[in-house]
């Protein structure tokens, strides 16, 4: 049974090529048999997850090389990271393929759309069991290629086109820098096998070439996580049918954050590499979470938002809160995909108009952030978590202390009483508190073991959060006194920026029509001119 069960996990991906293989027998439309085989396939892949997370509970984490090649051609590792991954994307693989059977019923290519959707599912099955170096760098290029071609299914849009080329921009700079840090990361540790080599990093063997090596690992998550400034493809590739966007958003995209947990050991070898995580990931995380408050249309804001999120994993990364980084992404998968695969009955909700809210007092504000931070405070010390001890820790809850700042705040201010405070607001506060640690604790110790599960302390890492926690409190100061900020000149030229995303994907756009757009077809000002 221990052998049989790593075997059985390859079961997912296999069930998800072998759909991809009847699609390329019919491609066309009302395509029953790839219907069929994908009906078959997601259950099998969930069996397969299942039958991973068996032998990660019963036998413990273990590495099966394939084709008779140890430590540097493919394996598969089982662990808690990989099986969580795993289960995750065949859970979410299989809604996605449910929501494609009636959405382009009757197109001409639906065969095919379902056959390159089932392709990039098992790709991404495939990366997230990789057991050494070469798999990884093999199988994040095939998940790249493999969306390339659903970015491409609207051949004949030109905004289809201009996002899949800069997206193609963007996926090969990281393959070849993933390519090259896996190089190196063989070369300083004389083996591919994750294992042997988280346990080397994990001794204290480093150097020049690891330095590097996990510098081009930082790159290579930013640009698959679309951290600013970019992000410029992930807001146009909304010419895409909508299973795509919700497979991207939900699963693909959170490749940058799985690539360092899954080499964690090796990262934190090198502080700096780290270091840039918290800044990039700040940095998009702020901008993002900000800009997507000024867009009225709905994919487009829930770009944005799929962007904030990927820097604030990138961030929680940055920090060694690893399990954290997991937590989120978990739960960052369920609610986009629900969001985009929901996005088209958006108009269909009632829209309540409601009186607007004023702005909030400095003085509700100060307060709400002192209640916050004393109810976080609160709860961790009772729970064991203090600020000696676990700062780190500490200093993430407060991210959830600022967000709760504004409940606070509102609180406060809306004028109906101390016993209204407490008994509503401090409810809420306390739950939300609660299970944050909750869920923390429970994530560091199921990944105990795949991953780092304790935080940096460092002076430098300290000193990041700071400024971190610095950040997210002046944006919600901002959202907080933003009626008594709207009417302001200076402020309204800032929302433009803000809506424009500060013109970082406009010069991408440039950069990219200049390359490879305008010489497919003419311009507009061209064909006028005609």
Known sequence: MEQILPLLALAAPTALVLVALVARVQPGSRPSAVLRAARLAAPVALVGAGAAIVHVVTFGSVSTPLLGLDGLGFSIRLDALSVTMLALVAFMGGVVLRFSRNYLDGDRRHGAFVGDLALTIASVMLLVLAGNVLHLAVFWALTSFSLHRLLLFYRDRRGAMLAARKKFVAARAGDVLLAVAALLIWLSYGTGDLVAIAEAARSGVGGGMVTAATLMVAGAAILKSAAFPTHGWLLDVMETPTPVSALLHAGIINGGTFLVARVADVMLTTPIALHLLVVVGTTTAVVAS????????????????????????????????????????????????????????????????????????????????????????????????????????????????????????????????????????????????????????????????????????????LTLLAGVLTAFAAVVTVQLRLPALAGRPGFRALRVHLRNGFYANAYFDRLIRGWAADRAEPSTSVRNAS
Do not use: N
């Open 290 to 461: 900000s800009v997507l408050v000024t867009q009225s249309s709905v994919k487009t804001a829930l770009a944005w938002s799929s962007a904030a999120h990927m820097g604030f994993m990138l961030m929680l990364c940055g920090l060694g809160a690893f399990p954290v980084a997991i937590l989120h992404l978990v739960a960052h998968s369920f609610y986009k995909a629900h969001a985009f695969l929901s996005s088209g009955s958006a108009v269909e909700v009632p829209r309540v108009p409601s009186a607007k809210a004023g702005a909030a007092s400095w003085g509700s504000i100060i307060l709400g952030f002192a209640a916050a931070g004393v109810s976080v405070l609160t709860v961790g010390t009772l729970l064991g978590v203090s600020i000696t001890d676990k700062p780190v820790t500490l200093g993430l809850a407060g991210v959830i202390a600022i967000a709760l700042t504004q409940l606070w705040a509102v609180g406060f201010s809306a004028g109906r009483g101390l016993p209204f405070v407490l008994t509503r607001v401090a409810v809420w506060s306390t739950a939300t508190t609660l299970a944050f640690f909750g869920l923390e604790l429970g994530a560091a110790s199921a990944l105990a073991g795949a991953i780092p599960v304790e935080p940096l302390s460092d002076p430098v890492s």
